[in-house]
């Protein structure tokens, strides 16, 4: 298991004032956000060599990249267009191999047959289009995936390089047990978020989940995606030395 830092609880630091506190909260390894932060690759500021080189500098690790949803639309004018929307999805995906790595981690669009649609076919001509990387599907409330029903309806149907993300504060917001969704895709888990460090009582036992994901041989990244903290880096030390004593 490797714990990996989102610069969720800092949405405002730039790459180097993120780097600098995932660093000093004793991570080794860090996820970036293309959009959502400031310390995105993507940034104006910033290019690909310049990201490759502060990480490096700081002795970090990339694990992940979370990458535009695949919506089938067009976001100037909402157009049904899933060539147009995959081309941008390809770009984002391109980037991240640009930064060393082989996976990316999205979600779908609106809770619709069309975007359900659009989203399975879109996964697939991604997965063809680029064989040498893996996808990892997030859920979210409003979404085609919010919940293990979603999962065990779309997962089967897809290239077992399309694989779950388990973004815990996600599935907690739709109603669902990430530990009901743990145990049924163990085994197809690409990468695990974290929302709350230590979770809050009687939403879910992270000690439960942890001791799952030891027993089924979880060799994934834990990413600690906290909301924005007052003190990012006392937070993200906290989770950090919790998350450790739990593993």
């Not at 490759?52 to 690790?61: D, F, I, K, T």
């Not at 975007?115 to 996964?123: F, I, M, Q, T």
Request: proline share 6%; charged share 25%.
């Amino acid at each position: 298991m490797q714990l990996s830092l989102n610069p969720s609880l800092c949405p405002t630091f730039r790459l180097a004032e993120f780097r600098q506190l995932a660093k000093d909260a004793g991570f080794s390894a860090v996820e970036l956000n293309r959009s959502e932060s400031e310390s995105s690759p993507v940034h104006p500021e910033v290019s690909v060599r310049m990201v490759r080189e502060q990480l490096q500098a700081a002795g970090l690790q990339l694990t992940g990249l979370n990458i535009r949803p695949l919506t089938g639309r067009k976001a100037d004018s909402d157009e049904r267009n899933l060539g147009y929307n995959l081309r941008q999805l390809e770009w984002d995906i391109h980037l991240g191999r640009a930064l060393g790595l082989r996976t990316a981690n999205l979600c779908g669009g609106a809770r619709t047959d069309e975007a359900r649609a659009d989203l399975r076919a879109g996964v697939q001509q991604l997965l063809r289009r680029i064989p040498d990387i893996s996808l990892n599907l997030g859920s979210a409330p409003g979404t085609p995936v919010r919940d293990l029903a979603d999962y065990q309806a779309l997962i089967p149907c897809l290239d077992p390089r399309a694989q779950v993300l388990l973004d815990t504060g996600a599935l907690l917001a739709s109603g669902e047990d990430p530990l009901r969704v743990a145990q049924v895709f163990g085994r197809r888990l690409g990468v695990v978020h974290l929302h709350e460090v230590p979770f809050g009582q009687g939403a879910l036992s992270c000690e439960a989940l942890l001791h799952h994901l030891r027993e089924i041989g979880y060799q994934g990244v834990l990413v600690v995606a906290l909301a924005p903290a007052d003190k990012p880096l006392e937070t993200a030390r906290q989770a950090r030395q919790y998350l450790e004593k739990l593993w």
